[in-house]
């Protein structure tokens, strides 16, 4: 995707639905239709819609292991580091490796680095911010965060045609069809 | 295939009428019937979007920035000439600052409760009220940081209590529990702030599409950070976000935990006990909950959010103020037990102390609050009773300040050397800091109501019967 380019020529075409249940079945007979460069946006998560349009298993449950558990070994080397190396003090001859103490910290900075891991992770793979992006050009498009909703089809889509899918969306029974521009 | 049916709640219930059972046994709706998504998004982003400003709020917001103008007030005092102007001193070297940390930071434990645990346990309930208590949360954490923050003494040292390679050679002790108390109470403002943000940002989306002027679309555009509800867009963040759900859980469980460690490492009768973290934890809880009612009473009526915030979500939270309320009177209960238990002289006077010595005023007063106004929850009478809730949460409030001055001062003044005894009275900077906090924490909150919606919008949609879709072949 030209993220944040703007080109000439069209980014796809768009039709706007008036219900989730529409959506979702026009997602599903768009994807059967063989075309696999679709989107779909709605004003809320709808349960379903995601794999609908080809959409499966999302690289951020390993990112935020991943960050757990840097921040769990993170923060106990940064303790024993600290209170074995750094500044060592004999207290009545107790070990120096005194671990359970640091697990409180252990564990606290596991949940912070998973939590930024799951935050920063999920911004990311959706490629956000984003201020600018073709669908927003979209005259209606201000309603999808409101009570309409949408389903795209990308013109990079090897399948695409913009007639035969203008035709297409136009049989799944939505309000409008347009043409998206870069 | 065709679709599975779905019947709004409220056409259920002439239904269940006909089968004779009784009204009491049928569930307040979540929301009011009557409303579409259209009607939801324009109720919750007019009350920010309407470009008067209402009067009462202004009248609130100056009284609050009033508390504002107290507390830089008090810190400019106490940064001048330190914190010998509270009423600290041997033998209670916390008084004040640490009771108020702790009462603000128990307080800010409803949040996370509200939008991690409930959303786990499938509450749907806690959707019209997780944005405005994570509001509640991030105020109140920030209020409690001030005093840990400036009862340092210097506070503009305070960087030296993370590790970082320096010039002195010095590294953090990372046994005590203080320095596990920096890590929780920051690990936890961090996390609620990125989950509440996390949770704000289709709702941004929707005030930028909504607004009309452009320097208002712009300003919600920035944060909404180009969200624009696209199904991959959503899969990541709903699945983000029960992660997010799943690591605050422990995370809230561990915060008070780790405070209650400040006492309980220590090796202070009244101090001392194993029994701490799930007390505090309760507690935390309880003045959450307590918390939230005082501030979402008035604010449902004074915005009309009578069909999103109902009766049922009042009830709740009674419920809840009641099951953590007799947590924490059991734990009272059983301090004596255990003081009694260990033959112990010094824990045994301790409690003596406690219920007959200087405090025993305040002692008293602790089980009126904490113990016994909580039980009229068991009436569903004043459970569904917006005032009877409201007198209950505030005798909550006040019970557990009560509380941490019981534990904090009354267990200090008096330890094993009556040579040593003395007694704790906070000065009038210590009441000026406390009053400047409560300041602080409303001036932030009327912020929050006037700038950002304060029910999460796009959450409350999903809980119309209309927003279920079932794909094809899913009962396959």
Redesign the interface.
Known sequence: MGVGKIREGLYGVIAEFH???M???A??ATHEAGYRDI???????????????G?HK?R??SI?LGM?ALGGIGGFF??W???VI??P?NIGGKPLN?WP??I??T???T??L???G??F???A??G??????P??NVRR???????KFFLVIHARDPKFDLDEARRFLSTLGPREVTDVPW | MATKEQTPAHELRPTTQELRIPERFIPTPTIEPGHSFSTITDHISTIVLRRKTPFGWLIGFLLALGGVTVLTTTISVLIGKGVGIWGINHPAGWGMDIINFVWWIGIGHAGTLISAILLLLRQEWRTSINRFAEAMTLFAVASAGLYPALHTGRPWFDYWMFPYPNTMGLWPQFRSPLMWDVFAVSTYATVSLMFWYVGLIPDLATLRDRATKLWVKRAYGMFALGWRGSAKHWSRYEYAYLLLAGLSTPLVLSVHTIVSFDFAVAQLPGWHATFFPPYFVAGAVFAGFAMVLTLAIPARKFFKLEDFITTRHLENMGKVMLATGLIVAYAYGMEWFYGLYSGNVFEIFMLKNRALGPYSKMYVALWVCNGLAPQLMWFKRFRTSPFWLFVTAMFVNVGMWLERFVIIPASLHRDFLPSSWGMYHGTKWDWSMFVGSIGLFFALLFLFVRFLPMISIFEMRTLLPEAHAHAEGEEH
Not at chain 1, 39 to 53: K, M
Not at chain 1, 128 to 133: N, T, V
Not at chain 1, 141 to 147: E, K, Q
Request: aromatic letters at 16%; glycine letters at 6%.
């Open positions: 219900d989730p249940q959506l979702l079945d997602a599903h989107d779909a946006f709605s004003p809320f998560p709808i349960h379903g819609l995601a794999e609908a349009i959409f999302s951020l449950s935020v757990g940064m303790c580091y600290a209170n750094g500044y003090l005194s103490a640091w409180p910290i564990f606290e900075c949940i912070l998973a939590a930024f799951a935050v992770g999920m911004l793979l959706n956000l911010p984003m201020p600018y992006h669908v927003f498009f201000d309603s999808a965060s409101r009570d």
